[in-house]
């Protein structure tokens, strides 16, 4: 069916690294895809958007790439540091659709 | 601004019982949605109201689950006769409007246990 997932369900960086956080997603209409960041009991937090016109999109210390030929999103966070540490979920919103699908997340823990 | 803000954080009951939970919304956002989180887990859609349409309930999983939005704000979600399996976070989020690509701001959640 369709879904919104992640390849990698737990990554570990060394503070200071780059971090990479991918996502797949299989419906091609999906045009709104968001990254979200969770630390421990606490709510979803937004990081950053990017619309599906879209192939880059850059924030502070962070990137989100979209490869609409294989369906990929990705979640680059620059220079990790421990306040990073958190799970990571990609949400896609698809056509007109005003739901949110997120995939199962990806923990990050960044070790000093 | 004030986030969106729930009520309360943590809620622990006996199976059986009723419980109803709380959602701020942040002020002028029209649109507002409920999620569960189980352990471990990503976002399960429950519910989802605009403005003064009809909500979107198709997330429902039982019919001992219902919720409402009164005045265009504040939400409750009550359970009905609560089951283990019920045991989860409740997420509350508001957004600006109904088109698709409105960002969605979380609340912090309300832990239910349901012993």
């Known amino acids: 069916g369709e879904s919104v997932g992640l390849h990698l369900p737990t990554l570990s960086v060394q503070e200071g690294d780059n971090s990479i956080i991918n996502c797949a997603y299989s419906n091609s209409a999906s045009d709104y895809f968001i990254w979200y960041k969770q630390e421990s009991g606490k709510g979803p937090q937004f990081i950053i958007d990017i619309r599906s016109n879209m192939d880059k999109r850059q924030g502070q210390r962070v990137t989100v790439l979209l490869n609409k030929t294989v369906k990929h999103l990705s979640l680059q966070i620059a220079a990790t540091q421990p306040g990073d540490s958190a799970v990571y979920f990609c949400a896609e919103n698809r056509g007109s659709n005003y739901k949110l699908t997120f995939g199962k997340g990806t923990l990050l823990t960044v070790n000093p | 601004g004030a986030g969106v803000s729930q009520s309360p954080s943590n809620k622990v009951t006996e199976k059986g019982k009723d419980v109803e939970l709380r959602c701020d919304p942040i002020?002028?956002?029209?649109?507002l949605y409920w999620y569960r989180q189980s352990l471990g887990q990503g976002l399960e859609f429950l519910i989802y109201?605009?403005?003064?349409?009809?909500?979107?309930k198709s997330g429902l999983p039982s019919d001992r689950f219902s919720a409402e939005r009164t005045g265009g704000s504040v939400s409750t979600l009550t359970i009905q006769r609560t089951q283990q399996e019920d045991s989860a976070v409740y997420l509350c989020?508001?957004?600006?409007?109904?088109?698709?690509?409105?960002?969605?701001?979380f609340g912090p959640g309300t832990r239910l246990t349901v012993l």
């Open positions: 109201f605009q403005g003064n349409s009809a909500p979107d």
């Open positions: 989020a508001s957004s600006l409007g109904v088109s698709g690509g409105n960002t969605q701001y």
């Open positions: 002020s002028g956002h029209t649109a």
